[in-house]
């Protein structure tokens, strides 16, 4: 099931970063941010949601700090004057890795997820429907900062909502020099494809082309990490034999999905270092794509 969108995302966005959010803060409003930490160049980023442009009013100022062995700062800011800290003494952020940051607007307080795991809570110190603006600061690289209605009411399809995803890129292969490794996927298949994270709730942002040309290549931002999920949607063609799915770094395919009409199985198989590994093609149930 899939949900409206509250407002298209932010790609690639500028560091320090400055958005309106479109409505204000409101109920059930979910936001996803999406990035890398700096290994360099300073201690600290910060994501906080104000009440203006201005910084004078922070409703919450959440602010990890790699100090002191790593610590986690909350607060809020009201007419230029700080409130008491809240803060946690654990930082699973690490520098030079990516992470994925979820902000989930409760009645009574936020909810922090990161990289698909509870991290923190935060109590409301001033009304949240007065927060119109975000803002992002300090050693961070953004890749996305996205927003959903959790609450809004379900679509028949998550197409409808139209956002747009990353851009989508078609390399060529470079002659004379071994390909410059980065983390891909392969889509030999004609579907439009969508990118969400791990929550089953977080409606996907969705390719606004409904068909690409084959063979399909998409870079993904900040690579794999555990509970990231990419979802795949399309149509097989009726005369199709054999289609198939690559997650890819560099040369190497870390996982190969091959459904196989013709074989009536769908194979599973790693290439590493120019060689195959052993087939996996058991499957727990009948051929699941027709």
């Not at 932010?10 to 979910?30: A, D, K, R």
């Not at 607007?105 to 975000?134: A, C, E, I, K, W």
């Not at 004379?176 to 409606?203: C, D, E, V, W």
């Not at 399909?216 to 034999?241: D, H, M, N």
């Amino acid at each position: 099931m899939a949900f409206i969108c509250a407002q298209p995302p932010y790609l690639n966005p500028v560091v320090p970063f400055s958005g309106i959010i479109q409505g204000g803060l409101q109920e059930g409003l979910q936001i996803t941010v999406i990035g890398t930490i700096l290994p360099f160049n300073g201690t600290r980023f910060a994501v906080n949601f104000q009440i203006g442009s201005s910084d004078n009013d922070i409703a919450f100022h959440f602010n990890p700090r790699f100090e002191n062995g790593g610590y986690l700062v909350c607060n809020t800011k009201q007419n230029g004057c700080w409130g008491p800290e809240e803060r946690k003494m654990h930082l699973p952020f690490q520098r030079g890795s990516p992470f994925e940051l979820i902000f989930l607007v409760q009645s009574s307080h936020f909810q922090v997820m990161l990289n698909g795991s509870p991290f923190v809570q935060y109590p409301h110190r001033v009304p949240f429907h007065r927060v119109d603006t975000l803002s992002i600061n300090g050693i961070v690289q953004l890749f996305s900062i996205s927003f959903q209605n959790t609450r809004a009411a379900p679509v028949l399809s998550a197409f409808s909502a139209m956002q747009f995803s990353q851009a989508a890129c078609f390399p060529h292969k470079p002659k004379g020099r071994k390909p410059q490794r980065q983390t891909m996927i392969h889509t030999p298949l004609s579907a439009p494809q969508q990118m969400y994270p791990q929550n089953p709730a977080f409606p996907p942002m969705a390719y606004p082309n409904p068909a690409y040309p084959m063979p399909f290549f998409t870079s993904i931002p900040g690579g794999l990490y555990p509970s990231k999920r990419i979802f795949v949607s399309g149509t097989v063609l009726p005369s199709a034999q054999r289609f198939h799915i690559n997650l890819r770094s560099g040369s190497d395919i870390a996982f190969h999905l091959n459904p196989r009409f013709d074989e009536n199985t769908v194979v599973r198989n790693t290439h590493v270092n120019g060689s195959w590994g052993s087939e996996e093609r058991s499957l727990c149930q009948k051929m699941p794509f027709t």
